[in-house]
Nanobody, 124 residues
Protein backbone atom coordinates (compact mmCIF):
# COMPACT_ATOMS: atom_id res chain seq x y z
CA UNK A 1 0.00 0.00 0.00
CA UNK A 2 1.24 3.46 -0.91
CA UNK A 3 -0.09 6.73 0.45
CA UNK A 4 0.62 9.97 -1.36
CA UNK A 5 0.46 13.45 0.14
CA UNK A 6 0.88 16.51 -2.04
CA UNK A 7 1.98 19.98 -1.00
CA UNK A 8 3.14 23.21 -2.58
CA UNK A 9 0.04 24.38 -4.39
CA UNK A 10 -1.24 27.92 -4.15
CA UNK A 11 -1.97 31.15 -5.95
CA UNK A 12 0.61 32.61 -8.30
CA UNK A 13 0.62 35.26 -11.00
CA UNK A 14 1.04 34.31 -14.61
CA UNK A 15 4.72 33.94 -15.42
CA UNK A 16 5.54 32.83 -11.91
CA UNK A 17 6.74 29.51 -10.53
CA UNK A 18 5.65 26.89 -8.05
CA UNK A 19 7.13 23.61 -6.90
CA UNK A 20 4.83 20.78 -5.96
CA UNK A 21 5.97 17.95 -3.73
CA UNK A 22 4.50 14.51 -3.23
CA UNK A 23 5.60 12.51 -0.22
CA UNK A 24 5.01 8.79 -0.45
CA UNK A 25 4.80 6.19 2.24
CA UNK A 26 5.63 2.58 1.60
CA UNK A 27 8.77 0.53 1.33
CA UNK A 28 8.64 0.07 -2.45
CA UNK A 29 8.65 3.73 -3.45
CA UNK A 30 11.89 3.46 -5.37
CA UNK A 31 10.41 0.81 -7.67
CA UNK A 32 7.29 2.81 -8.58
CA UNK A 33 6.76 5.14 -11.47
CA UNK A 34 5.53 8.48 -10.14
CA UNK A 35 3.77 11.32 -11.79
CA UNK A 36 1.32 14.17 -11.82
CA UNK A 37 -2.11 14.56 -13.32
CA UNK A 38 -4.27 17.63 -13.30
CA UNK A 39 -7.93 18.37 -13.64
CA UNK A 40 -9.53 21.71 -14.29
CA UNK A 41 -13.26 22.39 -13.99
CA UNK A 42 -15.09 21.20 -17.07
CA UNK A 43 -12.01 19.54 -18.55
CA UNK A 44 -10.79 15.98 -18.75
CA UNK A 45 -8.05 14.82 -16.47
CA UNK A 46 -4.65 15.35 -18.08
CA UNK A 47 -1.49 13.32 -17.55
CA UNK A 48 1.01 16.11 -17.04
CA UNK A 49 4.34 14.46 -16.20
CA UNK A 50 5.78 11.11 -15.19
CA UNK A 51 9.09 9.67 -14.10
CA UNK A 52 10.08 6.04 -14.08
CA UNK A 53 11.34 4.27 -11.00
CA UNK A 54 15.02 4.97 -11.71
CA UNK A 55 14.48 8.51 -12.90
CA UNK A 56 15.98 7.54 -16.25
CA UNK A 57 12.87 8.21 -18.30
CA UNK A 58 10.41 11.04 -18.09
CA UNK A 59 7.18 11.98 -19.81
CA UNK A 60 5.69 15.44 -20.32
CA UNK A 61 2.45 16.52 -21.88
CA UNK A 62 2.96 18.83 -24.85
CA UNK A 63 1.16 21.56 -22.94
CA UNK A 64 3.92 21.73 -20.29
CA UNK A 65 7.09 20.74 -22.17
CA UNK A 66 9.88 23.21 -21.58
CA UNK A 67 8.13 24.74 -18.57
CA UNK A 68 7.64 21.89 -16.09
CA UNK A 69 10.29 19.54 -14.72
CA UNK A 70 9.62 16.35 -12.79
CA UNK A 71 12.20 14.84 -10.49
CA UNK A 72 12.37 12.37 -7.63
CA UNK A 73 14.45 11.72 -4.56
CA UNK A 74 14.11 8.07 -3.65
CA UNK A 75 16.01 8.59 -0.40
CA UNK A 76 13.25 10.99 0.70
CA UNK A 77 10.37 9.08 -0.92
CA UNK A 78 9.41 12.30 -2.66
CA UNK A 79 8.63 13.38 -6.20
CA UNK A 80 8.64 16.99 -7.29
CA UNK A 81 7.10 19.04 -10.07
CA UNK A 82 8.84 22.32 -10.76
CA UNK A 83 6.47 24.56 -12.68
CA UNK A 84 7.87 27.66 -14.35
CA UNK A 85 6.36 30.25 -16.68
CA UNK A 86 2.92 29.39 -15.37
CA UNK A 87 -0.08 30.28 -17.47
CA UNK A 88 -3.71 30.88 -16.58
CA UNK A 89 -4.58 27.61 -18.29
CA UNK A 90 -2.36 25.71 -15.84
CA UNK A 91 -4.96 26.37 -13.17
CA UNK A 92 -6.17 23.00 -11.90
CA UNK A 93 -6.08 20.50 -9.09
CA UNK A 94 -2.79 18.65 -9.37
CA UNK A 95 -2.82 15.07 -8.22
CA UNK A 96 0.16 12.86 -7.52
CA UNK A 97 0.03 9.25 -8.71
CA UNK A 98 2.10 6.10 -8.41
CA UNK A 99 2.23 2.88 -10.37
CA UNK A 100 3.88 -0.35 -9.29
CA UNK A 101 4.83 -1.38 -12.83
CA UNK A 102 7.55 1.24 -12.81
CA UNK A 103 7.09 2.85 -16.22
CA UNK A 104 5.69 6.19 -17.25
CA UNK A 105 3.64 4.42 -19.94
CA UNK A 106 1.65 2.36 -17.45
CA UNK A 107 1.39 5.33 -15.14
CA UNK A 108 -0.41 7.30 -17.80
CA UNK A 109 -2.91 4.52 -18.40
CA UNK A 110 -4.09 4.01 -14.89
CA UNK A 111 -1.98 4.42 -11.76
CA UNK A 112 -2.37 2.12 -8.82
CA UNK A 113 -2.46 4.95 -6.30
CA UNK A 114 -3.67 8.53 -6.17
CA UNK A 115 -3.11 11.42 -3.82
CA UNK A 116 -5.80 13.83 -2.68
CA UNK A 117 -4.63 16.69 -4.88
CA UNK A 118 -3.43 20.25 -4.39
CA UNK A 119 -4.94 23.34 -5.96
CA UNK A 120 -2.85 25.49 -8.27
CA UNK A 121 -4.37 28.80 -9.29
CA UNK A 122 -2.67 31.08 -11.80
CA UNK A 123 -3.99 34.60 -12.01
CA UNK A 124 -3.83 36.37 -15.35
Amino acid sequence: QVQLVESGGGLVQAGGSLRLSCAASGRSFSSYAMGWFRQAPGKEREYVAGIMWSGGNTYYADSVKGRFTISRDNAKNTVYLQMNSLKFEDTAVYVCAADSRGSTWYLGRGPDYWGQGTQVTVSS
